[in-house]
């Protein structure tokens, strides 16, 4: 025991890392290598062992000595018996399951005979093992290799995929000699390049505004085969398509787009979520998937990773024999698949806390701020004998947030505005009142593009947008964000919006989320911020008044 040491290993998984301590980033870095960052307040961090953040570890090459060895270093108190047995139990789970390719066929094999009979006579396994071969290996049907991943890890094992890749279809790529990568950067393209070395595909955790799309320039050129880089939508696509012609030696003819609007495959292909997932009618067929799954990629990039929707699952699934990388701010999906995301992706193999960066000047420093507003009178009978979804309507709409709106617009008068709201009918108010443009789903994408560009540039200082823009929207000046309303409880949402402002600037950036106080507005703020909290950011509290009479 050591009262001067900044952690406490709790007995239910949680470690808690005190800020102000001595030992506070040493302890901090050797965390992350295998605990999962829970939130990061200011004085007291809290961090959670789990399967996927030790099963991360291992695939590092850390064992659980090591995992025990850093805990009783930093910890105040001894390490609870119960978590270091969970810890060894967790990680002997790694790599007892494994895939191999021997003679094109492809092997389920186990270390322990046991554990063998035991997972191929599971009624969810048996349905993809061709004929067991002995006491520890099978014979899988050949496209059964993503499924029985993800199957597995619902059984609590882990499968290591030594099966490797197919070849991809070589292409000359080069990186212009100008482009400079951050030490971060260049720190995640070598841990995935040396991953992907011993078998496996991962993904890349970094903070919005930080350069992702620069990291998965830096992996193309470490493999430079054919690529397919899969987005949330056209813009997205068409920002990879400018990073590629500024940054790297590719002419735009090199570079397809495979979207609603265009069907290219060239040897970059950008196409979209949407696109992979499109079908003429539910239930059939995915009329695009077949098409560019029949390429020789050498590499398949998922940009906002924690975004998959479920149909882009088994495209992941069918995809195995193909080099991984997912590039996203944030693991944390609603619908709690992230182990899913773990299995048919890959491991996360590197991420930097937010607050880092920002400290070390690489992203912005924001102030995040709550407005609180009331709910006017002659609404309260209709939001009481309302259903909750009809509640939430009713308070994201409150029309007392418009005079809040303007006197924040008053105050960053000189200042690059992003309004952010979800409903539609809302930001067609705040048009009419304000005059300014307006971006939301129907908007065509050339004339978002136009309005982008007028953005950046300075011919438009306040920017109107619907939840079209909470991704991969390159706005570089915007510094401040106002959010009117969101999407219930979404902590995605949060800080994919936040995100909007967080790329470096000389100046602080500003966020505000307009709520309406008392109602279930309130409620699912507290959840959507809840992330950004846990990231370090503190919301200043303020009301209505404070905004229209101290401004």
Sequence with gaps: MNINNPLIVQSDFSIFLEVDNPLFEEARDNLLRFAELIKSPEHIHTYKLTPISLWNAASSGMGPDTVVEVLKKYSRYEVPHNVINQIYIWMERYGKLQLLQRDGVLIFRSSDPYLFSEIVNNSSIKKFIYRVENEKEAVLLKWSRGQIKRECINLGYPVVDLAGFEPGEPIDFKLKPELMFRYYQLEAINVFSNYIKAGGSGIIVLPCGSGKTVVGLGIIDKIRERTLILVTNIIAARQWIDELCDKTEFSRDEIGEYSGEKKEIKPITIATY???????QKGGDFVHMDKLNDNRWGLIIYDEVHLLPAPVFRFASEVQAKRRLGLTATLIREDGRESDVFSLIGPKLYDVPWKVLEKQGWISAVICNEVKVDLPENYGYKYALSSRRMKFQ???????KIPVLLRLLEKHKDDNVLIIGQFLKQLADVQK????????????????????ESFRVGKIKILIVSKVANFAIDLPDANVAIQISGTF??????????????????NLAYFYSIVTSGTVEEDYSEKRQRFLTEQGYRYRILREEEILNNL
């Design 433 to 452: 009142v304000l005059g300014a443009p307006l971006i939301t789903g129907s908007t065509p994408n050339d004339e978002r593009k136009i309005l982008y």
């Design 274 to 280: 949407n696109i992979l997932t499109y079908r003429k």
């Design 394 to 400: 009713i308070a994201s709409m409150n029309e007392r």
């Design 489 to 506: 409880g979404s902590r995605q949402e949060e800080a994919q919006r936040l995100g909007r402002i967080l790329r470096p600037k000389e």
